[in-house]
């Protein structure tokens, strides 16, 4: 895993502890929503709908990943790619980190 641009040792193994080593996951979805990275439609009856992350359980881990996805959107060309192809769509540089951190979980489950 330490092959991925942007994932360390630490990192690394941060995610084998905390997803018992990708035993518990079944698809790369699945993980992403487990560390609240995947993105989420957010409405309620006539109010605006607006997208972001869920907001669900280990916060610490999504925290690794967000400061890992600083040094990807550097040296990780799919996830630099990524980032800058949702900036021109005028989104928001928040939002395409946390895009990039689904993307570095992906590659860390494949």
């Given at each position: 895993?330490?092959?991925?641009?942007?994932?360390?040792?630490?990192?690394?193994?941060?995610?084998?502890?905390?997803?018992?080593?990708?035993?518990?996951?079944?698809?790369?979805?699945?993980?992403?929503?487990?560390?609240?990275?995947?993105?989420?439609?957010?409405?309620?009856?006539?109010?605006?709908?607006?997208?972001?992350?869920?907001?669900?359980?280990?916060?610490?881990v999504r925290?690794?990943?967000?400061?890992?996805?600083?040094?990807?959107?550097?040296?990780?060309?799919?996830?630099?790619?990524?980032?800058?192809?949702?900036?021109?769509?005028?989104?928001?540089?928040?939002?395409a980190?946390?895009?990039?951190?689904?993307?570095?979980?992906?590659?860390?489950?494949?």
């Amino acid at each position: 895993m330490t092959s991925i641009s942007a994932i360390g040792d630490k990192t690394a193994l941060l995610l084998l502890v905390a997803t018992n080593n990708f035993k518990n996951f079944k698809t790369a979805k699945s993980i992403s929503k487990y560390f609240g990275v995947a993105p989420r439609m957010y409405h309620s009856g006539n109010k605006k709908i607006t997208i972001g992350k869920c907001r669900t359980s280990k916060g610490f881990v999504r925290s690794i990943l967000y400061v890992c996805s600083w040094s990807a959107i550097r040296f990780n060309a799919q996830c630099k790619a990524l980032f800058e192809r949702i900036l021109e769509k005028g989104k928001c540089k928040k939002i395409a980190l946390i895009a990039v951190c689904n993307k570095l979980l992906r590659q860390a489950f494949g």
